[in-house]
C-alpha cells in the first residue's frame, strides 16, 4: 500500500473550517483514500473515503487531487468535539490498513 | 449504526496467565480485525479474518492466537501473557469490499 504523509499537528479555531492535508504520491490506480480520527482513549473512527472523486457525507468532504497525488479533508465547522488525531490512509482492498502517525487537530475556542 | 463491543475495558492480568479478549459486531460483517496501540507505534495489526473459521496473521502475531466459530465473535488470545503485551487492544469489523472499518472501544490491558 502507498504511503502517506502529514502534517504532524494543526489548529483549528472553532467554527471555522479545519483543512487537513495528506500526500499520497505513489498511490496506486486500485487504491483507495481513506480517513479516520481517534479521539483520546477511544477506538478510531471511519470519516470517509474516496477512489478519485471528492466524496461528502455528514461528517466531512474529502478532495482528491486530479493526479491523486494528494489529497485535503475537510470538517465544515469544527467543533471542540472535533480535537482528535486523523489519519490518512491508502488502501487497496482487500489488503489491510496500516495507520501512521496521523495529524494531531486541537479545535481552539 | 454498526457497533463492535469489547468485552473489557480495562483488564490486569499476570505474567504466564491465558488471557482472552472478546469481541461481538452486531451487523453481520465478514471481516474482523485486531490491533494494539502502542505509545509511537501507532496501530498495528496482529491478525485478521475473512470469514468463519478463517484467520490471517498480520504483522505482530508472535504470542498471540484467535478464534472465529461464529461471525459475529472474533476472539484473541494470549496464550501466555508477557509484560511486553501491555497495551491497547482495539478489534474491527467491516464488510467485504473497499469499505471503512469500525472499531470498539478497546480494551487497555495491563500484564503484571
Known amino acids: 500500500d502507498a504511503k502517506t504523509t502529514q502534517p504532524p499537528s494543526m489548529d483549528c479555531a472553532e467554527g471555522r473550517a479545519a483543512n487537513l492535508p495528506c500526500n499520497h504520491s505513489?498511490?496506486?490506480?486500485?487504491?483507495?483514500v481513506y480517513w479516520y480520527r481517534q479521539i483520546h482513549s477511544q477506538g478510531p473512527q471511519y470519516i470517509i473515503h474516496?477512489?478519485?472523486n471528492n466524496e461528502t457525507n455528514e461528517m466531512a468532504s474529502l478532495i482528491i487531487t486530479e493526479d491523486r497525488k494528494s489529497s485535503t479533508l475537510i470538517l465544515p465547522h469544527a467543533t471542540l468535539r472535533d480535537t482528535a488525531v486523523y489519519y490518512c490512509?491508502?488502501?487497496?482492498?482487500?489488503?489491510?490498513?496500516?495507520f501512521g502517525t496521523g495529524t494531531s487537530l486541537t479545535v481552539i475556542p | 449504526d454498526v457497533k463492535v463491543t469489547q468485552s473489557s475495558r480495562y483488564l490486569v492480568k499476570r505474567t504466564g496467565e491465558k488471557v482472552f479478549l472478546e469481541c461481538v459486531q452486531d451487523?453481520?460483517?465478514?471481516?474482523m480485525f485486531w490491533y494494539r496501540q502502542d505509545p509511537g507505534l501507532g496501530l498495528r495489526l496482529i491478525y485478521f479474518?475473512?470469514?468463519?473459521?478463517?484467520?490471517e496473521k498480520g504483522d505482530i502475531p508472535e504470542g498471540y492466537s484467535v478464534s472465529r466459530e461464529k461471525k459475529e465473535r472474533f476472539s484473541l488470545i494470549l496464550e501466555s501473557a508477557s509484560t511486553n503485551q501491555t497495551s491497547m487492544y482495539l478489534c474491527?469489523?467491516?464488510?467485504?469490499?473497499?469499505?471503512?472499518?469500525?472499531f470498539g472501544s478497546g480494551t487497555r490491558l495491563t500484564v503484571v
Open positions: 474491527a469489523s467491516s464488510l467485504a469490499g473497499p469499505y471503512g472499518y469500525t
Open positions: 505513489t498511490i496506486s490506480g486500485n487504491e483507495y
Open positions: 474516496g477512489l478519485k
Open positions: 490512509i491508502v488502501r487497496a482492498p482487500p489488503h489491510q490498513f496500516y
Open positions: 451487523m453481520d460483517h465478514e471481516n
Open positions: 479474518s475473512y470469514d468463519v473459521k478463517m484467520k
